[in-house]
């Protein structure tokens, strides 16, 4: 698949990098704020990151900042408040909101993955806004139902969640498939 993948500035810069590990074998255009390099840096130091093209956050001449250059689907991860707003009401100021706007005009799989808690109302909103216009709302939130054991556990689950709604096959959670297994039936 030809992927963009956008980092922004909000916590939980490790899911993103968890991502570009898995779509290592995929096309990736990478772009990344300079709040979300601020956040990275603190959260994670230098990570490796795995891409096959990288784009300054503010180059509106890069070629996926154009819809006529063709691209598969765009992930947010994570998505913060500010990135979230302008993407739900078309503000194309960079080269995520720019990127992001082309996928919803061309009809193309678009996943945010917002992070922030408690939610204010305006970013209520400004989901419900993005998901009437197409995108996939997929904040990173836990489910408890294959006992994570660690942070890597949450981590591969969310990031799992999102292979799922690109129809990337994974085995980076256990998916549910009934209460059998448990109990050896
Ligand atoms: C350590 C740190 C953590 C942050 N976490 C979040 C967050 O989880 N969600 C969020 O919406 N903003 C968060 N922010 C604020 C954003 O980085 C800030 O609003 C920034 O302007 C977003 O810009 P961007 O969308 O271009 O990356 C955080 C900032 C810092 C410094």
Request: charged letters at 20%; a negative charge.
């Amino acid at each position: 698949m030809k992927l963009v993948v956008a980092i922004t500035g909000a916590s939980g810069a490790v899911l993103g990098v968890r991502l570009l590990q898995e779509l290592e074998s995929h096309e990736v255009a990478l772009v990344v704020t300079e709040a979300g390099e601020q956040v990275m840096r603190y959260e994670l130091g230098d990570p490796e990151l795995v891409y096959s093209s990288r784009f300054a956050p503010h180059d509106l001449t890069a070629p996926i900042a154009s819809s006529s250059y063709p691209v598969d689907a765009m992930v947010v991860i994570p998505c913060t408040m500010k990135t979230l707003a302008a993407i739900a009401h078309g503000y194309t100021n960079d080269l995520v909101s720019r990127a992001a706007d082309n996928a919803l005009r061309m009809g193309r799989r678009l996943v945010l993955v917002p992070r922030e808690t408690p939610l204010s109302l305006a970013a209520i909103e400004n989901m419900r806004a993005a998901r009437l216009a197409g995108a996939v709302i997929l904040p990173p939130v836990m489910a408890y139902y294959f006992a994570p054991h660690s942070v890597d556990d949450m981590t591969n689950f969310v990031v799992g969640k999102v292979l799922d709604t690109l129809g990337i096959p994974h085995h980076l959670y256990r998916q549910w498939t009934g209460p059998h297994e448990e109990q050896g039936e």
